[in-house]
């Protein structure tokens, strides 16, 4: 099983829809988990952070499944410029982080 | 705000030739890295420091060495550059985020812009 596992994508929704992204990883002492994001040929930059209790932040929600080693994001009422891809990260080992490859959404009007 | 900034955005070099990419942060953050992202493969990790001259191989050293004489700065080295190493280079720092018992976590890691690295 892969450290930290995406769906690629892409996913194509209208403006407005509600879309979904899980990620699996495979380190059950994992600790840290994050959701980032990442323009074209930019950056890539902090989104959210993933608590146990799940987070809210704004339109995003975030949450952290342990027990089936799986962490989501939700987008409600998407927008033209939430088109990006998102990057799920695990720590896996200390001091560092494990990336997964990344699910692209692409939002149209 | 934290800032990292990278020597170049772009760069191109010839087989062979020795590469130094600079990477330097401003937030005294005790962790840099440095990774390369390529399409379909996404972020890899080459190597990190967790403080000053210390280094640990991430997933893909090989080819690469790093330096860290200095708490801000992390630089890259390509002793013989060769063109499977034609990519985008990140480098990122983050805090040491302490937690209760023995494993550390980090906190968010912050990305320089990035070099694009073509080797001919």
């Known amino acids: 099983r892969k450290e930290v596992e995406q769906d690629p994508g892409p996913f194509n929704v209208p403006e407005g829809a509600t879309v979904a992204f899980n990620c699996t990883y495979s380190n059950s002492a994992s600790q840290s988990f994050f959701w980032y994001r990442q323009d074209c040929r930019k950056e890539p930059k902090l989104l959210m952070s993933?608590?146990?209790s799940g987070n809210e932040d704004g339109r995003f929600t975030a949450q952290l499944n342990r027990a089936s080693q799986y962490i989501s994001l939700l987008i409600r009422d998407s927008k033209l410029s939430d088109s990006a891809t998102y990057l799920c990260?695990?720590?896996?080992?200390?001091?560092?982080?494990?990336f997964g490859k990344g699910t692209t959404l692409s939002v149209s009007s | 705000d934290v800032k990292v900034t990278q020597s170049s955005r772009y760069l191109v070099k010839r087989t062979g030739e020795k590469v130094f990419l600079e990477c330097v942060q401003d937030m005294d953050h005790e962790n840099m890295f440095w990774y390369r992202q390529d399409p379909g493969l996404g972020l890899r990790l080459i190597y990190f420091?967790?403080?000053?001259?210390?280094?640990e191989k991430g997933d893909i050293p090989e080819g690469y060495s790093v330096s860290r004489e200095k708490k801000e700065r992390f630089s890259l080295i390509l002793e013989s550059a060769s063109t499977n190493q034609t990519s985008m280079y990140l480098c990122?720092?983050?805090?040491?985020?302490?937690?209760?018992?023995?494993?550390?976590?980090?906190?968010?890691?912050?990305f320089g812009p990035g070099t694009r690295l073509t080797v001919l």
């Open positions: 420091s967790y403080d000053v001259k210390m280094k």
């Open positions: 990122a720092s983050s805090q040491v985020a302490g937690l209760a018992g023995a494993l550390l976590s980090t906190d968010t890691q912050y």
């Open positions: 990260v695990v720590n896996i080992r200390e001091t560092a982080l494990i």
């Open positions: 993933v608590y146990s």
